[in-house]
């Protein structure tokens, strides 16, 4: 068992920067491929970013590519998305999940953080 919490979020005017960070209970964090997926209103949810188990492969979905960074501390059991270059279309709900598997299914969700973006 997996508990995430997610913190972070708030309200950034477009062009700014926020960082999200999602922590890990349990002793079992490295041994899960990591992700944040996003849900706005009105929208399905959506893949983000997603880091393998040792932290040395990332995948970004094309609309956050350059402008979005996945990392993380398995000593720490946190992982974190730096997002820069904030659009009012990133506002969404940001969820962070843990033991993702090569389709981006999801095995523990955390309970999201709310980020908006104005313009």
């Known amino acids: 068992q997996v508990q995430l919490v997610e913190s972070g979020g708030g309200l950034v005017q477009a062009g700014g920067s926020l960082r999200l960070s999602c922590a890990a209970s349990?002793?079992?964090?490295?041994?899960?491929?990591m992700g944040w997926f996003r849900q706005a209103p009105g929208k399905k949810r959506e893949f983000v970013a997603a880091?393998?188990?040792?932290?040395?492969?990332?995948n970004y979905a094309d609309s956050v590519k350059g402008r979005f960074t996945i990392s993380r501390d398995n000593a720490k059991s946190t992982v974190l998305l730096q997002m820069n270059s904030l659009r009012p279309e990133d506002t969404a709900v940001y969820y962070c999940?843990?033991?993702?598997?090569?389709?981006?299914?999801?095995?523990?969700w955390g309970r999201g953080t709310q980020v908006t973006v104005s313009s």
């Open positions: 999940a843990a033991d993702l598997n090569s389709d981006y299914d999801v095995g523990y």
């Open positions: 349990g002793r079992t964090f490295s041994r899960y491929a």
């Open positions: 880091i393998n188990r040792s932290g040395r492969s990332t």
